[in-house]
């Protein structure tokens, strides 16, 4: 019988502020970073690796609070946590101590996130298959099993989400074999970030456009008539035939939003992310019934489940961006994509950060195998930084994410990648104090 023997959490921070890479109208000087857990058992072949993301600073703090809940795991078995991981997920984000500092949010959530990524890499590894596949070949009433409906069933019912996975099982073999062969759909954003020049931005656009991105996402919000101009260049490099989406990174309040928005109508935006608080669902509505026809994407700073369903049961959210390392893993992923495919709202996952296209090409197949069917509509975030990092990266053909083929979640780092960006003491961040 397998254990669980021990779980070890690393800071792990990468210097991506040097090149302005992740950086945008708010966060303007990211160092990409990762809670990293590492989950070993009494088989020395067997771990879990698991991320949450953050953007520098405080990623001790996210550490700090996984070690708090390590003690839940210690000596269970690893059969115990595969079928028990719904109860298990509960007791942790409803701790009697722990919640007080969330609940269900903030940094305690990315604990849980980076615990239980951590524990799905580990049983999909077990179960030999990659994540997305061992959650897709796993039948419904095993799924149903890990999930919590809690402060949900008002939107949706068990009955409701048992029924979607029911309808579409019979559709899943025809779905993965297309998926093993085309893959998912994804759009850059690369090419914009706002601390990128004119020219860096025009040939970053066509060396994408020649890799066969037809979707660019660029960065917007400190100046309109910047903003304007950027938009104007982008579209005059990659022509009406390709998509172009921004994201103001919630700078505007709803009244700079409306004017913002307005004024970007001409460029036919496939959508506009985040344009205000991510707490502020009223506000959204009120933006979107100002904009009219413009849809507007938000989700990536959404605490957790509860939030998602006011979003979208509102329709204040038209495009909804899941974080794998804000939700409560697949525990909670799962849910969201269930009421996102009840409202009829597109899921398209955020991926702008360290690990995250490593995750959201699972979840992007999960979505489309298990639940929703749909992926001509639709693209998967994607960032071409720090992949090299990774034991299993992205496989990314003719923009598109090809399906990961590796046992588990895909986001074992390297051992030297992780060594030499430990913080404080790796020898990165060592050299320089
Ligand atoms: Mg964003």
Request: a negative charge.
């Amino acid at each position: 019988m397998i254990k669980i023997l021990n779980i070890n959490v690393d800071d792990v921070r990468f210097p991506t502020s040097n090149d302005l890479t992740g950086s945008d109208a708010v966060h303007t000087d990211p160092d990409y970073s990762a809670t990293y857990v590492t989950i070993h058992t009494s088989d020395s072949n067997l771990r879990g690796f698991g991320i949450a993301f953050t953007i520098g600073k405080g990623n001790d703090i996210v550490a700090e609070c996984v070690r708090n809940y390590i003690p839940l795991f210690i000596g269970l078995s690893l059969n115990e946590v595969e079928k028990n991981i719904g109860k298990l997920w509960f007791d942790c984000v409803d701790h009697s101590q722990l919640r007080w500092l969330g609940p269900e949010k903030g940094v305690v959530h990315m604990a849980v996130a980076a615990i239980f990524n951590a524990f799905w890499d580990l049983i999909s590894r077990q179960n030999k298959k990659p994540l997305w596949k061992f959650v897709v070949e796993s039948d419904p009433e095993t799924i149903m099993s890990w999930l919590t409906f809690k402060h949900i069933e008002d939107v949706m019912t068990k009955d409701d989400a048992y029924e979607i996975l029911l309808e579409n099982q019979k559709f899943k073999e025809e779905r993965i074999n297309l998926i093993l062969k085309e893959g998912y759909p994804s759009y850059t954003t690369a090419a914009g970030w706002l601390g990128y020049s004119n020219e860096k931005i025009i040939d970053l656009c066509k060396q994408y456009m020649e890799k066969g991105w037809k979707h660019f996402k660029i960065k917007v919000g400190l100046n309109l008539e910047q903003d304007v101009k950027r938009l104007e260049i982008i579209r005059n490099t990659i022509g009406n035939d390709c998509f172009i989406m921004v994201d103001a990174n919630q700078l505007w309040d709803v009244e700079q939003s409306i004017k913002h928005i307005n004024a970007y109508k001409k460029f036919n935006l496939l959508f506009v992310e985040e344009p205000t608080s991510p707490d502020d669902i009223l506000g959204f509505k009120k933006i979107k019934e100002a904009v009219g026809d413009i849809n507007l994407a938000t989700g990536e700073a959404c605490g957790g489940r509860v939030m998602f369903k006011q979003f979208l049961e509102s329709g204040a959210m038209n495009v909804c961006q899941i974080d794998s390392c804000r939700l409560g893993s697949i525990n909670e992923i799962l849910t969201v994509l269930l009421m996102a495919h009840k409202f009829k709202v597109p899921v398209f996952p955020h991926a702008g950060g360290v690990g995250l296209c490593e995750y959201v090409q699972h979840l992007c197949m999960i979505d489309y195998i298990l639940i929703n069917g749909e992926k001509d509509n639709k693209v998967v975030e994607y960032q071409d930084s720090l992949h090299e990092h990774f034991k299993y990266p992205c496989n990314i053909q003719n923009g598109n994410y090809m399906p990961p083929l590796d046992h588990g979640y895909s986001i074992e780092m390297k051992k030297e990648s992780v060594n030499r960006y430990l913080f404080p003491k790796g020898e990165y961040w060592a050299k320089l104090n």
